[in-house]
């Protein structure tokens, strides 16, 4: 993961995204919602905004669908209290990313978390970038509800094909 | 149940053997006829071991001894003193010691036990009157001049208009108000945990059944993946329908 904002290709369509993200990473902007199709570079630009953040010290990338299974492994398997597994996140004053949400596959349970977990960073305001390359149909309208602040839309070309 | 002390020094007693001579027979026997006979006691003779105007007759029977050598039997215990006679009547020897304190001991803790109970009863008592709770119907019960289907209400889904005005714009070809009315006539909802993504599930039908090609709200796993178009089109249809984001740059970053 050496994505980081120096050595990010500038696009017109991702430049109101690149500035989102570089704003959370200073702590002017408490979120941004990337959304849009795949592959124009916005988990780039989140793991950027986390490098910038604190150098990837404190703060966390998860990809949704992977959390998700790592809070169910940690909480059935392991027998661990859910609010021990959740808790931290919820109080978390590091960035966090979420990527690829709306990519899990999504129970009443999972989707639940989910909303937990971002409902109570957006209450403490806490940094928190999410990226999703699923329509905003998929998504949970609650979470969308609370970070709309930050949603930007991401309309480049994928740039894997280049 | 309960239970006397038994003593290993029983079997080799000067008092068993002084019994077996007496009554000829089996020391065995003697200590299971003494054995009967103290348990009995525990149910009939006082703390102290009286036995009252208990007759031969009867103390011969409790030891499980044949009546018609009951004279005998009692003379023999008086004798060998596992029995006193005194000026009140027969009296198990020793009694006290060996069984008459355990009796006293549990007596007074079924006294206490029956103190707590009392004790306890009336706030049982309290308990009981406080329901049922007056402002709760006692559902158990149909109510008064209720139709049947005022006794069987739906459970519409509670979800708040603003709600539905909030989430219309992601569904064009629907109206949601109108899937939201028709999903509570058609449904109960009770045993949906989360009613927003229930009502989403029935929207997501309204709109397969307007547009059967088209996407749905929740596609069915292993559906297609939308394409990407697709996917831009619906953020450009949700940012449409809420123009005016909030304040995208509040600055919060916590401290630490």
Redesign the interface.
Known sequence: MDDSFENWEPSPEMQRAYEQCRMVASGEARCALLAGSFGNGKTHLAIAALREWDNLNTGWFYKVPDWLSMVKRRAFDEGEPLDNVLTPLMEGRSLIVFDDLGAENSTDWAAEQLYRVLDARYDAKAPTIITSNQPAERLDPRILSRYRAGLVMCLGKDRRDA | MSWIESHQSLSRHKKVAGLVALLKTDRLKIIGHLHELWWWGLDNADVDGNLGDTSNEALAIAACWPVKDAKRFVEALIVVRFVDQSERGLVLHNWYAYAGKLMAARAANKERMQRARASHVPNTERARVALPYPTVPNRTQPLANASKAARRPRARLPVDPE?LK??QP??PTVNVCEVYADASNRKTWDGY??K??AL?KYIGWAEEKVNPNG?T???A?GSSR?S?????D??????AA?AK????????????
């Open positions: 709600y909030e989430i992601a569904h945990k989360d927003r993504r989403g996407r709200n929740t596609p796993r939308s990407g178009d697709e996917i831009n619906s953020w450009k249809r949700y940012a809420h984001p909030d304040q995208a740059g509040h600055s919060a970053r916590p401290d630490g």
